[in-house]
T-cell receptor, first 116, second 113 residues
Framework: GAGVSQSPSNKVTEKGKDVELRCDPISGHTALYWYRQSLGQGLEFLIYFQGNSAPDKSGLPSDRFSAERTGGSVSTLTIQRTQQEDSAVYLC??????????????FGPGTRLTVT | AQSVAQPEDQVNVAEGNPLTVKCTYSVSGNPYLFWYVQYPNRGLQFLLKYITGDNLVKGSYGFEAEFNKSQTSFHLKKPSALVSDSALYFCAVTLRGNNDMRFGAGTRLTVKP
């Protein structure tokens, strides 16, 4: 079946512009994660959605970052007034269980963001 | 807060030899531990996990890992490496009731023919 998809696969933007990154999780998965992978770094947790519960936003690095998940499915990560340090690969993952942290996550291919 | 360390940026082994990719963790509580692999130009894939029970867990592609509580380690192992195992490997840890999965910086494994 279809895996997690993300769009766009690559995004080049100018410093100061806003960007939106999209994630389509696997159908039926209740948990959705966003991570950031910078060159030479591990994955940095950004935000977690579980069903209709309030998201865990504890990993968002600044108030320029926000995310929403509509209808418990598609999620959009928005970065306002992008900075060069925002350049990274943004990964989305979904998980099929309510107690998501005990189950493996299924990752999308990522969106490579380059801020010039 | 939980964290993991992967002390080796790079591991090189010859095909057919055993391989080990190291991971140590730091948590205040009982950890849930995971290994993921990232092949070139592909997304991360789950390999195996330790939640509870037997300390030796077996996963995909012949990989296994041993949970060692006294040494706070969860090293990934394979008895005989393949060239196709060459990839970037990530260790991750979380805690019960915690949404924040912490990943290590990754270890690049290169298996030479």
């Amino acid at each position: 079946g279809a895996g997690v998809s993300q769009s766009p696969s690559n995004k080049v933007t100018e410093k100061g512009k806003d960007v939106e990154l999209r994630c389509d999780p696997i159908s039926g998965h209740t948990a959705l994660y966003w991570y950031r992978q910078s060159l030479g770094q591990g994955l940095e947790f950004l935000i977690y959605f579980q069903g209709n519960s309030a998201p865990d936003k504890s990993g968002l690095p600044s108030d320029r970052f926000s995310a929403e998940r509509t209808g418990g499915s598609v999620s959009t990560l928005t970065i306002q007034r992008t900075q060069q340090e925002d350049s990274a690969v943004y990964l989305c993952a979904s998980s099929p269980r309510r107690i998501a942290h005990t189950y493996e996550q299924y990752f999308g291919p990522g969106t490579r963001l380059t801020v010039t | 807060a939980q964290s993991v360390a992967q002390p080796e940026d790079q591991v090189n082994v010859a095909e057919g030899n055993p391989l080990t990719v190291k991971c140590t963790y730091s948590v205040s509580g009982n950890p849930y531990l995971f290994w993921y692999v990232q092949y070139p130009n592909r997304g991360l894939q789950f390999l195996l996990k330790y939640i509870t029970g037997d300390n030796l867990v077996k996963g995909s592609y012949g990989f296994e890992a041993e949970f060692n509580k006294s040494q706070t380690s969860f090293h990934l192992k394979k008895p005989s490496a393949l060239v196709s195992d060459s990839a970037l490997y990530f260790c991750a840890v979380t805690l019960r009731g915690n949404n924040d999965m912490r990943f290590g910086a990754g270890t690049r494994l290169t298996v030479k023919p």
